[in-house]
């Protein structure tokens, strides 16, 4: 077992010196190369936009094509957080246009008629990673890190050496401003200079960036994103002009912005010891029960005497005085204390009627179905879980819908391919987290974990075990919160927190057992065609022999014909 | 289409205010409650270790299972690559126990006999993230980001408010102290005291984090890893003492430290425009043919003149001088020259030999065979993949192997069920990189899709479609680069490079094609014995057939069984 064989030695380069390890290999465990002194010489800072740059496959760059739609999804996430924190209906226009001759480089611009930007933050916003307004906030927003504008901006100089360019106004009377933005990497400072511009407009900001990337269309791309956007945000006005300079546009189907959306203290019961110890250093709260009030949601004075109590704490004393053991006391007593659930106000949900019409208004069907579940908590964060569902390729797989008077005939499917497959394929699942559309990492994602479990043959539908269930349908999954546990910065795929799971699992069964009575329905009906089908074959047959045997007349024969349908079709009561 | 159904309300929380969306809707559009300057005031920066609390999901700390896990494996790394630096042979004691009654809290030490932290530096090493001295060298080491060993101290501050505690003592002479450390998370900032201490030790460093956990055995456990970490580290000795007190020994198979690794300097392949312009504006040197010379590597007068001629640049130009557009033609040309690969120095595969020797030491099977291909390079980057393959479970699925006198009786495996499976079960894959072995995410690992891509058919395997082969066998990968493309910050997979991907194909394909060769010779040794089997059962009946026959006496039949057996034997090659 003591096998001392020789490490190979796989680095015989010609024109390399070779330090043979054997000869270095210590006899006795003194340090002989380095020690502790030259060691630490070499200690340093990394910058977290050093760390991104080596690492930006974490952002979603890890691809020329990923590039571009992860950069178009960043700009456009931003732009509909500023529209709807200040209660303007968004009109997003999205332009990608080649860059030079090649088709490796494009630029990317997105424009939009939000609030606009003071000019002293646009540096930051764009040329700083981990720099925002919105990771510090308890609300839903579709941003959340204050990483992704600049990572995409990053990306540009990294790959073109050309700066990001923004435009801003930041209201009606506000100065229009255009600015180049570098990020400097080793400091993670922007460097910027801005001019002042003609800009026919009230208010917006519009960023373009060049970069390298890939133009393709179909799955995965930036055409299909932007009308997953739409289906998902139906209050927004969407242009799209890609580079062969063809333009597509999304039109808003509601006029009502999302339901504006209120901060909240974090809830007792998602808070762990060491946020609780910083959150008690931190208040400026003279009394553990005041701290308790003040500083989280749902915790009235009552609450607050009960959690006091079951910790052996006066409600009296000074937060700031207590040590580590009673702090610790403390956090027990909250969790075993029952507090209402945290207010709702911070997130705002689509409603079914909402992903019902944002799915009628891209995706043509036969049936649709929505179930938006009331919203729960996980780890002290609120979120809810919405399921929508369009079935049935109209004019296509249901023909039983045009047969006879029985269903009214519909016009046959609109250029919806990107989002409706064929009878025999999967069904289209697609994943939303506060309303901005998941592409990538679909087999990762907890939304798919849910959607494949979910016993689908319970509704009619066929299902390969371990995969998702086949049909003409699109599956439409949509997570709202004020903290969406992702599985990685680039935010592709929902974390499997057994909250989530279980309200995805209840999301869909509810909309599945709506889908399964249309199906059976759908089933039944063609089953009855048939037979119907059957009865017509037959019956001049029947009346021909009951002509022979009663000699009936032609007109009695035509009556006898009538009553006997009518007959047959009363008792199969269709 | 412009359906405009109203939102549906969610919300009806009793105790809450309504704030109603539609009086809010704006009839235009008008900022109303936000506007650019109201906004402009909530931007900050975000702390990286904020951003890590809030993601610890992201660093591995996702449950407490997996962070006892994480913490564990931040710990050894950093032991390991200290000690391998220091040219010390590691010896490394890991001890977990239970931290108060309940056995949801543990302590977890790690100590090791490297060359100790210097006194500045302690704090900054186990109290910040994104600090070290690993990520801007460019040589193979198993910590890379700097990140892994203060998270781990962060989540046990966070989950038990006690800070890390850090035993060091930097030399012989050095005074040994200890400190304890907390980081400032809202500022990645270590708050830290020390005070000298007794230490009987020469030199080395021992990390203690408080934290949450829970303590599990069999797969990705604490002990499946370090007995992994002993099969990539046969030069290691390592004690594990778990919560029970039990004592495991993994006793070092080599007294051989792995080849000392150099850093290096950029290869020109690898670097991007961004880089590249960067590299131009921090370089010292005065003439762009002396700096493409000296900053990166494998780059000579003749390649430096070639270039500049390609680009149309004047070798003697001063490289600061340099428009963004003459950068750009620098770097097609660079593309477009033939270039020596970057030097190897700057890593240390394991070798075939060693890889062999450690799976001998922890897996018990009946044939082993490794590859290990000459290192090759992706974006710039150094790599090798090495693979290793223990099959056969002796005395188990193989019984031929104690058949008569065919081949040598096996004493059968000694506890070993962590890593060889049953005849009928997937083979275990055991990924590593770096040398540490890959414990999560296997389906999302390039490794495995690599393994499962593989046709194990052609070697004697069955093979499920889309899935592992079947087989008592273990598949040893090793991927040792200067810069490994983890899939997240918690290290746990490797992402799907084209060129990893082949170099993969290449090496499985190698170890398989050996294997093959192994497993139909078995399976031919299996057919031969069962046709032997046949012969012994056989010859008695024809030998007595043929002695009432030829009326044969006793002597004359023993002679006529004997022949009969060494002609049948002799014409099968046996």
């Known amino acids: 077992m003591n096998d001392t064989t020789g490490q190979q030695d796989l680095f015989a380069d010609p024109d390399e010196k070779m330090s043979d390890a054997k000869e270095k290999a210590p006899k006795e465990r003194a340090p002989k190369s380095e020690n502790a002194e030259s060691m630490a010489k070499r200690q340093r ?20 094509r990923k590039a571009l739609l992860t950069a178009v999804k960043e700009a456009v996430d931003n732009s509909l957080d500023a529209c709807e924190e200040a209660r303007i209906l968004p009109d997003i226009k999205v332009t990608i246009r080649k860059l030079g001759d090649t088709d490796k480089q494009y630029t990317m611009i997105v424009e939009d008629n939000g609030p606009g930007i003071v000019k002293a933050q646009v540096p930051n916003v764009f040329g700083r990673l981990l720099y925002g307004s919105k990771f510090h906030r308890l609300r839903q927003s579709r941003g959340q890190q204050g990483i992704g504008i600049s990572a995409a901006g990053m990306y540009g100089l990294l790959t073109t050496g050309r700066p990001v360019i923004v435009r801003s106004k930041a209201g009606k009377r506000a100065i229009p401003l255009e600015f180049e933005i570098r990020i400097d990497t080793a400091k993670n400072r922007p460097e910027a200079k801005d001019r002042v511009i003609e800009w026919d407009k009230d208010h917006g900001t519009s960023v373009q960036i060049d970069m390298e990337g890939e133009y393709r269309r179909g799955q995965r791309s930036v055409e299909e994103f932007l009308k997953l956007m739409a289906v998902a945000n139906p209050h927004v006005n969407l242009t799209f002009t890609d580079p062969d300079g063809n333009v597509t546009e999304y039109v808003r189907g509601t006029k009502e912005l999302p339901k504006e959306v209120e901060e909240i203290k974090p809830h007792p019961h998602g808070v762990e010891l060491g946020i609780l110890l910083k959150m008690i250093q931190e208040s400026d709260n003279r009394t553990v029960s005041a ?7 749902r915790v009235g004075p009552g609450v607050a005497k009960e959690i006091c109590a079951k910790a052996d704490v006066k409600p009296e004393s000074n937060p700031r005085r207590l040590d580590t053991a009673t702090v610790q006391r403390l956090k027990g007593a909250i969790d075993k204390t029952k507090i209402m659930s945290p207010p709702l106000s911070c997130i705002a949900p689509i409603g079914e009627q909402l992903i019902i019409a944002g799915l009628k208004k891209e995706v043509e069907a036969d049936f649709y179905v929505a179930t938006s579940r009331k919203p729960v908590v996980y780890r002290g964060h609120p979120f809810a879980i919405e399921v929508g569902i369009a079935y049935g390729k109209p004019g296509d797989t249901l023909q039983i819908t045009d047969a006879g008077k029985i269903v009214e005939v519909s016009t046959g499917p609109k250029n919806q391919e990107l989002l409706m497959g064929n009878a025999d394929d999967p069904v289209r699942l697609i994943r939303f987290a506060n309303r901005v559309p998941l592409v990538f990492q679909q087999s990762a994602c907890a939304i798919s974990k849910a959607v494949i479990n979910t016993n689908w043959k319970n509704y009619g539908l066929q299902q390969p075990r371990g995969a998702l269930p086949i049909g003409p349908m699109v599956i439409f999954v949509h997570i709202a919160s004020v903290w969406v546990p992702f599985t990685s910065e680039s935010k592709e795929a929902i974390a499997s927190y057994d909250e989530i799971l279980e309200e995805l699992r209840l999301a869909l069964m509810d909309s599945g057992r709506k889908l399964g009575t249309h199906v059976r329905k759908g089933k039944k009906l063609a ?9 017509t074959m037959y019956i001049p047959h029947v009346v021909e022999a009951l002509k022979e045997i009663l000699v009936l007349d032609d007109k009695a024969t035509a009556t006898a014909t009538e009553n006997l349908t009518t007959v047959l079709e009363k008792s199969r009561k269709l």
């Open 45 to 64: 800072e990394i910058s977290v936009s050093e760390f991104f740059t080596k690492n930006r496959h974490l952002l979603g760059f890890d691809s020329p």
């Open 291 to 297: 701290f308790l009030q003040q500083d989280f949601s």
């Open 527 to 535: 089953s009855e065609f048939k037979k119907r089908n059957y009865i």
